[in-house]
C-alpha cells in the first residue's frame, strides 16, 4: 500500500508539472471529476487507468516508477548538527523554511530584507546540505522528499514548539480563516489509535494541498500553521483533589 501511495504522489507531481487538471483527466477516462478526486485520495485506479493518464502527461508507467524511485531516494531528513547549525542562523532557517514552500529567489528579495548576495550565500549552503540545488539564474530546485520532517525533538522542532507555547496560542482564533477546537474525553486504546491514524491522514491531505497550490502566485498563498496533537492529559489544577 505504501508504494501504491507514492505512486500516485509521483504521478500528482507529474500532471501538476504538465498542467493537467482534474477536469482533463475526467474528460478522458470518462468519469465525473468527483469520482476521479475520490480515485486519487484512495490511491484507487487500474493500470489502464494509470496508463492512460500518463499518456495525458506524455510519459510512460516506466517514467512514472522511476519518479517514484528518485522522490524515494530524496532527503528525508537532516542530521541533528545540521539542524542545529539552521536553527542557530535566523536567516538561513528563514530561507530554509521559503524553500521548503517554494519560494523562488525574487519572492524572497521581495517579500524580506535580505540582500542578494547573502540570500546566495544561504542558498548556497543549502545546496551544500542537499536540500536544494542551487541552479544558474538562482533557480531553486528542491532536492527533499515530500515527506520531509524535521527531526522529532531536534533542534528545529523545540525550537518552533518554544514559539508556539509564547506566540501561537496567545491568537483568539476569532478570525474566518483561523480554527480552534479543544476536545476532552476518555478514549480507550483502541479508539485512540483510530484517532492517531486519523491525525496523520490529515497531516498528509494538509501537504497534499500545500504540493498543489505550489504553481500558485506568491500573492494567492498565505503561511498557514497546522497542529495536530493528542495526548494523556490531565489539568495541574486537579490533582489537588485526586484522592492518595
Given at each position: 500500500m505504501a508504494q501504491v501511495s507514492a505512486l500516485i504522489a509521483s504521478l500528482k507531481s507529474i500532471l501538476k508539472a504538465a498542467g493537467i487538471k482534474y477536469a482533463d483527466i475526467s474528460q478522458a477516462l470518462g468519469l465525473s471529476e468527483s469520482s476521479i478526486k475520490r480515485r486519487f485520495s484512495n490511491n484507487d485506479f487500474s493500470v489502464a487507468e494509470l496508463d492512460a493518464i500518463c499518456a495525458l502527461a506524455g510519459v510512460e508507467i516506466s517514467d512514472l516508477v522511476k519518479h517514484m524511485e528518485r522522490r524515494a531516494t530524496a532527503l528525508q531528513q537532516l542530521t541533528y548538527a545540521q539542524e542545529k547549525d539552521i536553527a542557530e542562523d535566523t536567516a538561513l532557517l528563514l530561507v530554509t523554511v521559503c524553500v521548503l514552500n517554494h519560494w523562488t529567489f525574487k519572492d524572497i528579495l521581495d517579500y524580506y530584507t535580505l540582500e542578494a548576495t547573502e540570500l546566495v550565500q544561504k542558498l548556497a549552503r543549502l545546496d551544500r546540505l542537499k536540500v536544494i540545488e542551487l541552479l544558474p539564474n538562482n533557480r531553486i530546485k528542491l532536492r527533499v522528499n515530500p515527506n520531509f520532517r524535521w527531526l522529532p525533538n531536534g533542534p528545529i522542532e523545540s525550537m518552533f514548539l518554544?514559539?508556539?507555547?509564547?506566540?501561537?496560542?496567545?491568537?483568539?482564533?476569532?478570525?474566518?480563516?483561523?480554527?480552534?477546537?479543544?476536545?476532552?474525553?476518555?478514549?480507550?486504546?483502541?479508539?485512540?489509535?483510530?484517532?492517531?491514524?486519523?491525525?496523520?491522514?490529515?497531516?498528509?491531505?494538509?501537504?497534499?494541498?500545500?504540493?498543489?497550490?505550489?504553481?500558485?502566485?506568491?500573492?494567492?498563498?498565505?503561511?498557514?500553521?497546522?497542529?495536530l496533537a493528542v495526548r494523556d492529559w490531565r489539568y495541574d489544577s486537579f490533582a489537588k483533589f485526586l484522592r492518595a
Open positions: 518554544r514559539v508556539i507555547q509564547q506566540d501561537f496560542f496567545a491568537a483568539r482564533f476569532d478570525r474566518e480563516d483561523h480554527e480552534l477546537i479543544v476536545l476532552n474525553g476518555m478514549l480507550s486504546a483502541e479508539s485512540n489509535a483510530e484517532l492517531r491514524r486519523k491525525l496523520k491522514q490529515l497531516a498528509r491531505e494538509f501537504d497534499t494541498l500545500n504540493q498543489e497550490d505550489t504553481g500558485l502566485p506568491l500573492s494567492e498563498r498565505h503561511g498557514n500553521t497546522l497542529i
